[in-house]
C-alpha cells in the first residue's frame, strides 16, 4: 500500500462515516415525516369519523388547522437537519483536507531527508487501516438499512447520503477558501502597514538626523569662526603691544 493509497483510505473512511451521519441526519428527518403523516392520517380519520355530528365546513376547518400546525413541525425538522448536514460537511472538508496536507508534508519530509520511512509505516499501519475501513463500511451499510426501515418505503440510502454530503462539503469548502482568502488578504493588508508604518518612521529618523547633522556642523562652523576671530585679536594686541615695547 503506497502512500497515496494509504491517503486514499483514510479518505475513505472519513467519508463513509460521513455518509454514515448523513443517514442518521435522514433518519430523523423521514421518521419526523412519517410520524407527522401518520398523525394527520389519525386525526382526519377521527375527525370524519363523526361526520355525522360535524359539518363538511368545519371538518375541513378542522383537518386544515392540524395540517398547519404539523406543517410547522416538519419545518423545524428540515430547518434542524440541515443544519445538522452543514455541520457534517465542514467536519469532512476539514478531516480530508487535514488528511491531504499531511500526506504532502509526509512525502516532503522524506524526499527531504532521503529516507524511506513512508514505506516502513505503511507496512505497520496496512492491518489497521483494512480494519477501520471495513468496520467504517460496515456501519455505514447498517445505517443505509436503518434509513430505509425509518422512511417505511424503498429508499436509496447510500446514493441520497453521498449526494448530500458531496454538496454539504463544497458548500464548506468554498467557504473555507473564502475565509482563507479574506484572512490571507487582511494579514497581507496588516504586514503591508506595517512595513509602510517602519518606513515612514524610518523616514522621520533621517530627516531628524540630517537637520542635527546640519545644526552640528553650523554650531562648529559658528565656534570655528569665533575661536579665528578670538585669535586674531589676541593677535592683533599682541602686536600693539610689541610695538609700543
Known amino acids: 500500500m503506497s502512500n497515496k493509497n494509504l491517503s486514499t483510505v483514510a479518505t475513505d473512511v472519513i467519508a463513509a462515516y460521513g455518509i454514515t451521519a448523513t443517514n442518521v441526519i435522514n433518519s430523523y428527518r423521514y421518521g419526523g415525516e412519517r410520524l407527522v403523516g401518520f398523525v394527520d392520517a389519525r386525526f382526519a380519520s377521527v375527525v370524519n369519523r363523526g361526520a355525522a355530528a360535524l359539518r363538511a365546513d368545519l371538518r375541513s376547518n378542522l383537518i386544515g388547522a392540524q395540517q398547519r400546525v404539523t406543517g410547522y413541525y416538519v419545518k423545524g425538522i428540515h430547518l434542524g437537519t440541515d443544519r445538522a448536514q452543514s455541520v457534517v460537511g465542514v467536519a469532512t472538508d476539514l478531516a480530508t483536507k487535514g488528511v491531504g496536507l499531511v500526506a504532502e508534508g509526509a512525502v516532503r519530509l522524506e524526499r527531504a531527508a532521503n529516507v524511506n520511512a513512508l514505506d516502513t509505516l505503511n507496512r505497520v499501519v496496512r492491518p489497521a487501516a483494512q480494519v477501520v475501513s471495513l468496520v467504517a463500511e460496515r456501519i455505514e451499510e447498517g445505517s443505509s438499512a436503518l434509513v430505509r426501515r425509518v422512511a417505511g418505503k424503498p429508499v436509496p440510502a447510500k446514493a441520497v447520503a453521498t449526494r448530500q454530503l458531496k454538496a454539504t462539503t463544497r458548500k464548506a469548502a468554498a467557504a473555507r ?50 575661536t579665528s576671530n578670538a585669535a586674531r585679536r589676541v593677535a592683533s594686541k599682541a602686536r600693539k603691544v610689541a610695538a609700543k615695547a
Open 177 to 226: 477558501k473564502r475565509i482563507t482568502k479574506t484572512a490571507t488578504r487582511e494579514v497581507s493588508q496588516a504586514v503591508a502597514d506595517t512595513a509602510t508604518s517602519a518606513s515612514n518612521a524610518a523616514r522621520r529618523v533621517a530627516r531628524q538626523a540630517e537637520t542635527t547633522t546640519k545644526r552640528v556642523k553650523k554650531a562648529v562652523a559658528g565656534t570655528a569662526t569665533q
